[in-house]
């Protein structure tokens, strides 16, 4: 009888030393991750950090990496985002256990001549010129009441009618916005 446990006992020693001697270094990087961070960090890939930095390109790597090694979601990351619209900054013992994440620059696209990328219009055009309204800066006068008259619209019949009338009020609103600019840009600074 005392040979079987003296056998028990030699296996179990065994085992526990062949754990030990075979034990990756990932689960003792985990453990001091653990107690480095002050919480166990749940896994996160790449993927997940891209698909949440894709979503909110203003929020740093760091900052993403960081809380979704705290809620392991996507999902629950995201939602933080969006209510606080911030995401808190990593502590310094962090970056003790994960490198600083370099962000590559982004390349610039710079369209032909003559071209425009369709994101933003050139900077020499400008909301008249847009909206060939030039003929119409010359001709129109603003007066303090004419701003009540584009306030509230009439519900048109047809669509062809109500794009009119939208396209009527922008207009009116353009002209009246840059004889603002030009009353205000004759008066004298007060100093």
């Known amino acids: 009888m005392s040979e079987v446990v003296n056998a028990i006992v030699a296996f179990a020693v065994i085992v526990i ?12 990087s985990r453990r001091s991750a653990s107690s480095t961070l002050g919480f166990r960090p749940k896994n996160v890939t790449q993927e997940m950090v891209n698909q949440i930095h894709s ?15 705290r809620t392991g979601s996507v999902e629950i990351t995201s939602n933080k985002i969006l209510e606080r619209g911030y995401l808190d900054a990593p502590p310094p013992a ?9 962000v590559p620059p ?17 900077p020499k055009e400008n909301l008249i010129s847009r909206y060939k309204l030039q003929d119409r800066t010359l001709s ?18 047809s669509s ?3 794009e009119a009338s939208l396209q009527e009020r922008k207009a009116q609103m353009i002209l ?5 600019v030009s009353i205000l840009e ?6």
């Open 17 to 28: 030393i062949f754990r030990w001697a075979t034990s990756s270094s990932d689960s003792s």
């Open 55 to 69: 979503m909110f390109p203003t929020i740093p790597q760091d900052n993403i990496r960081y809380d979704l090694l």
């Open 94 to 102: 962090y970056f003790t256990v994960y490198s600083r994440t370099e």
């Open 106 to 122: 982004q390349p610039r696209q710079v369209a032909p001549q003559g071209q425009s990328t369709g994101l933003a219009p050139t």
């Open 140 to 157: 129109s006068t603003f007066s303090p009441e004419d701003h009540l008259a584009f306030g509230k619209a009439n519900w048109e019949d």
């Open 160 to 162: 062809e009618k109500r």
């Open 176 to 180: 009246a916005a840059r004889q603002c």
């Open 186 to 191: 004759s008066m004298p600074l007060i100093n």
